[in-house]
T-cell receptor, first 107, second 117 residues
Framework: GIQVEQSPPDLILQEGANSTLRCNFS?????LQWFHQNPWGQLINLFYIPSGTKQNGRLSATTVATERCSLLYISSSQTTDSGVYFCAVAGTYKYIFGTGTRLKVLA | SAVISQKPSRDICQRGTSLTIQCQVDSQVTMMFWYRQQPGQSLTLIATANQGSEATYESGFVIDKFPISRPNLTFSTLTVSNMSPEDSSIYLCSVAPRLGVFGEKLFFGSGTQLSVL
């Protein structure tokens, strides 16, 4: 089956810093999504991005399907950005989640 | 988007008992999924709940342990049967809202935090 690896596994930032999270997948996929799981466990859909680039405020994401890679950029990080970031790829009628990046932003 | 109500939000159960988790969506959806998230881990797909037919289980998950019902396009239940402490996890219901269209955005309920003593 499709393997989805994320890096780095853990990241600690000072408030205001920028960061790049990576998602690599082992096979062609139909689409890719990024999620943020807040400290209370709620999963929020950040981007639906099968290809190209999207931006939403301080966050942006880029997927290059031919390279089997997606990047999530967080600029001017805030403490509320803390949590776990997952990418999920759609194979054949199911979504496979990546290993996750645990982010902690320090005030 | 879709609004998903999942309950209970948390429970503490005794070994050997069963717990049924409910997932209610505010609109008809084709695809409903059940995931498990063990402590500190990523999400693992348990099964896809199919309306009008048996659920499709992933490798490592069986119907006797995790029976699923999907009586209509807005509701599903997951039962965790004969529980052991290893079943302590967060269980999440998710949907892909656009009827008949796979590959759309995935949305999640708030999850059920299960602890088994």
């Amino acid at each position: 089956g499709i393997q989805v690896e994320q890096s780095p596994p853990d990241l600690i930032l000072q408030e205001g810093a920028n960061s790049t999270l990576r998602c690599n997948f082992s096979d062609s996929v139909n689409n890719l999504q990024w999620f943020h799981q807040n400290p209370w466990g709620q999963l929020i859909n950040l981007f639906y991005i099968p290809s190209g680039t999207k931006q939403n405020g301080r966050l942006s994401a880029t997927t290059v399907a031919t390279e089997r890679c997606s990047l999530l950029y967080i600029s001017s990080s805030q403490t509320t950005d803390s949590g776990v970031y997952f990418c999920a790829v759609a194979g054949t009628y199911k979504y496979i989640f990546g290993t996750g990046t645990r982010l902690k932003v320090l005030a | 988007s879709a609004v998903i109500s999942q309950k209970p939000s948390r429970d503490i159960c005794q070994r050997g008992t069963s717990l049924t988790i409910q997932c209610q969506v505010d609109s008809q959806v084709t695809m409903m999924f059940w995931y498990r998230q063990q402590p500190g881990q990523s999400l693992t797909l348990i099964a896809t709940a199919n309306q009008g037919s048996e659920a499709t289980y992933e490798s490592g998950f069986v119907i006797d342990k995790f029976p699923i019902s999907r009586p209509n396009l807005t509701f599903s239940t997951l039962t965790v049967s004969n529980m052991s402490p290893e079943d302590s996890s967060i269980y999440l219901c998710s949907v892909a809202p656009r009827l008949g269209v796979f590959g759309e955005k995935l949305f999640f309920g708030s999850g059920t935090q299960l602890s088994v003593l």
